[in-house]
């Protein structure tokens, strides 16, 4: 005989299930990886300013032109040019702009002007289902690193690490850009060569260094260190098991770079990994005080006890040329050789 006590807990059971089927549903309905479509001449792209805000107004009439430049049609979201303390209006306001572009049918790519801080503060606020089902080309780096791993960890959308529109847009920018977003390129990255090393018998800047031997292959994650470690612990760090992760900065401490990959280490990010990179970390000084480890010193401590293949000194950071890497793609890291090679096309 069926009582009402039995009655609840039978009911209470099926509810449970029940919900343990749509949360299934819904991770297999975003487990596969999203490619957005490739770029073309004449395509929109939607132009936001997610964090700092931009003082010179001449400074976005410059990104206008690099995207005509390009054969791109720009288009200026809502809420571009506001102004609220530091950032570019409020956080609500500059999701909005995300979220309209994404929603726009005309818009194939979006594009920050550029960083700076706050686009953390927006991603509370954007649409997850609307970016899923509208899959975009989003670009930028530095602190737009919070909307790239963001919004792949929610949508598995492949995002890139790439330009900024306020960058310089140099032939080798711009090729790198072209050549992954236009043409589908699966490409090999490696450290570029100084002009003025070109005379030389051996290469004196961007030298970079095998932490520990090998190859790995895994999904590329990756960008600034500051925004990394600021956003672990909460929904917006992709999953990194078996993942290549780089990192970059700039205008750090050396003992605040220190402390940041401690958070990581910590928070066991390092622990999931199968291969490392480390960038350049742009004006990263020993800071005031009587000794201090070298840079190098801590990269080592805290990667090479991992035992998985990295290198040392990469050309990715706030450095130009900004060259186009996807974000979530399969690559092969060879860290004998200081390469990063994508293996299948990020657009489709």
Request: charged residues 20%; hydrophobic residues 40%; proline residues 5%.
């Amino acid at each position: 005989m069926t009582t009402r006590r039995n009655f609840t807990k039978l009911l209470t059971a099926a509810i449970g299930t029940l919900a343990v089927a749509t949360d299934v549903r819904r991770v297999r309905a975003v487990s596969g990886v999203r490619k957005p479509k490739r770029l073309f001449a004449g395509a929109t792209v939607g132009i936001i300013n997610p964090a700092s805000a931009t003082f010179v107004r001449d400074d976005v009439d410059l990104v206008l032109d690099a995207m005509r430049g390009l054969g791109l049609v720009p288009k200026l979201g809502n809420h571009t040019r506001d102004r609220y303390g530091y950032f570019a209006g409020r956080d609500r306001d500059r999701a909005a702009d995300i979220n309209q572009f994404f929603a726009d049918p005309e818009v194939v790519a979006i594009l920050p002007i550029e960083g700076g801080w706050g686009s953390s503060r927006v991603l509370p606020y954007l649409d997850y289902n609307l970016i899923r089902q509208n899959p975009k080309i989003l670009v930028g780096f530095s602190d737009i690193t919070a909307l790239l791993l963001g919004i792949y960890s929610q949508t598995n959308l492949i995002t890139f690490h790439g330009p900024n529109g306020f960058t310089s847009w140099s032939p080798a920018q711009t090729d790198w850009f072209r050549r992954v977003l236009f043409d589908g390129e699966a490409m090999t990255f490696r450290n570029f060569r100084d002009p003025a090393d070109n005379s030389r018998p051996m290469q004196t800047r961007y030298r970079w260094q095998t932490i520990t031997s090998g190859t790995a292959r895994g999904r590329l994650f990756g960008g600034n260190l500051s925004v990394l470690s600021a956003i672990v612990g909460s929904p917006y760090v992709p999953n990194l098991d078996g993942g290549i992760l780089f990192l970059e900065d700039v205008g750090e401490d050396i003992y605040r770079i220190d402390r940041m990959m401690t958070h990581l280490k910590l928070a066991g990010l390092f622990d999931r990994l199968s291969g490392f990179v480390f960038g350049q970390c742009t004006r990263c000084d020993p800071g005031e005080g009587y000794g201090s480890l070298t840079l190098e010193e801590v990269v080592w401590d805290h990667i090479e006890p991992l035992g998985i293949p990295a290198w040392y000194g990469a050309t990715i950071g706030h450095l130009e040329p900004i060259v186009t890497l996807p974000i979530g793609i399969e690559v092969e890291l060879n860290a004998d050789m200081g390469t990063i090679q994508i293996l299948e096309a990020a657009v489709v």
